[in-house]
């Protein structure tokens, strides 16, 4: 059930593999729906490898394409 927030929690799990400790982050909004989460991974099908991973705001190439895309803000940025 999704809270009215609206918003997930992030919940942390550990697991022993070859003698090192991995941890993960699961997103859910309960944290019974977490464990479910993680339990169902053992159904899960390998899709490949991360290659390269872009965040999501805050650096200055992803201001500047945000800019390019605003044109009134660039005519109002040029003028000055």
Do not use: C, N
């Not at 464990?35 to 650096?59: F, N, T, W």
């Amino acid at each position: 059930m999704i809270p009215p927030s609206g918003k997930a929690t992030t919940y942390l799990f550990s697991y022993h593999y070859q003698g090192d400790r991995y941890s993960l982050e699961v997103p859910a909004y309960s944290k019974e729906e977490a464990i479910g989460r993680v339990r169902q991974m053992a159904e899960a099908v390998y899709d490949g490898e991360l290659v390269v991973q872009i965040p999501a705001g805050g650096s200055i190439v992803t201001r500047f394409f945000e800019w390019l895309h605003r044109p009134s803000e660039r005519r109002i940025a040029a003028r000055d």
